[in-house]
């Protein structure tokens, strides 16, 4: 059967009288029914009918009581019940409701946009997160979809306050030299959002709630990192909108320069905690060392097995050929530790010799996966 388009509403021009609880309640019986009554049964039905065909699904009412996983209308946001017996809870009690596109309508750990960057107007305190749309981590077994349609502007250097423009950094840290903070978007069960920032040793951004959670920010997701300079300001970089996952520094930092002795050495790089450094690294050989000599290099996470380079197992080979001493250079992804650390070694002593040449490595940039999160 196909379906069926009430577009007359029966009785709508003619007599109708309402007969009445009473009668409602003991309906019809052994007579003729009056022919207002009738017409006001059968036009109560049809603009029923057409309420329903209009709005596709009912409105939220406060007196009626709602089963559990039912579903409503609440100012165009449909709401799932979460308990039976609902009845007289509004729909922003989310012990009682909670909005169903926004829950089924991003997976889990999905985030597309929020591209980053320092403000045109205060580039060194103010940074702008651009709209996007993520799910949130979970928090007390919930976890929602999040939409901002505009970019959104926070200052690094005042406490958080709602709105663009405003605040963005937890009150329980202060800016310091030379540090790295967390980015997090925080929004409410509706799906808006603001931004805001936390300490490294936060992933949860319990600090940053303490300050939203009054105004409804309730579910974060972490976006990205930020760093200050020397002078406790925001470096300045660049967020590819083309691989978000990428981040570049605007200026060369440096991780360690200078001699090398042979062995192993912990380099502390300028990539945030458990991100995917990428690393510049320039080996300068000695006029000193004799032709026919060669140098293996090893990177590896600290997590991974410290591995003996060879000339046949190495992450980057020199070998000097009638006197050509031009340095090495090589580029490298690898995992950094909560520490910020990752291991560099080399060798030589295949053939030979002490070098003592001079390493220099630096971090362009980094690579932050912000699809995998542990919170997620």
Same mark, same amino acid.
């Given at each position: 059967?196909?379906?069926?388009l009430?577009?007359?509403?029966w ?73 039976? *017996? ?15 596109a ?147 520094w ?59 380079? *060879?000339?046949?197992?190495?992450h ?35 053939i ?18 912000r ?6």
């Open positions: 059967m196909s379906q069926r009430i577009d007359t509403v009785g709508s021009t003619g007599a109708t009288t309402d007969p009445g609880t009473t009668k409602a309640n003991l309906g019809w019986i052994a007579e003729i029914p009056a022919h207002d009554f009738q017409n006001w049964w059968q036009d109560r039905m049809d603009e029923q009918v057409q309420y329903v065909q209009q709005i596709g699904i009912g409105e939220w009412i406060a007196t009626v009581t709602y089963r559990l996983n039912a579903i409503v209308m609440s100012a165009g946001v449909l709401y799932q019940s979460q308990q039976a *017996s609902n009845v007289n809870h509004q729909t922003s009690d989310t012990a009682w409701w909670l909005p169903l926004f829950l089924q309508s991003l997976p889990r750990g999905y985030i597309q946009g929020f591209i980053m960057q320092n403000n045109a107007v205060d580039v060194l305190n103010d940074l702008d997160v651009g709209a996007g749309r993520c799910r949130s981590h979970t928090v007390s077994g919930l976890s929602f979809g999040l939409d901002a349609t505009a970019s959104i502007t926070k200052q690094l250097d005042v406490e958080w306050q709602e709105g663009t423009g405003m605040g963005g950094r937890a009150s329980a840290i202060s800016v310091a030299a030379d540090t790295f903070y967390r980015v997090f978007v925080v929004g409410k069960p509706d799906g808006t959002l603001d931004v805001g920032f936390d300490a490294v040793n936060q992933p949860g951004a319990a600090q940053l709630l303490a300050d939203t959670t009054g105004d409804g920010y309730d579910y974060p997701r972490q976006i990205g990192w930020i760093r200050t300079n020397a002078s406790n300001e925001i470096e300045t970089f660049f967020h590819d909108p083309n691989q978000p996952e990428w981040i570049a605007q200026g060369e930092v440096e991780d360690r320069g200078g001699s090398f002795t042979e062995g192993a050495e912990t380099i502390t790089s300028n990539a945030p905690p458990d991100t995917d450094a990428w690393v510049l690294i320039s080996v300068g050989i000695p006029e000193t060392v004799a032709n026919n000599e060669s140098y293996q290099q090893w990177i590896s996470a600290l997590v991974m097995e410290d591995t003996f380079p *060879s000339g046949t197992f190495h980057g080979n020199i070998f000097t050929d009638n006197g050509a001493k031009s340095p090495m250079w090589s580029s490298h992804r690898v995992h950094v530790d909560a520490n910020r650390q990752w291991r560099y070694r080399a060798s030589w002593s295949e030979g010799g002490s070098w003592n040449p001079n390493v220099e490595i630096v971090t362009p940039g980094y690579f932050y996966n699809g995998s999160d542990d919170l997620l």
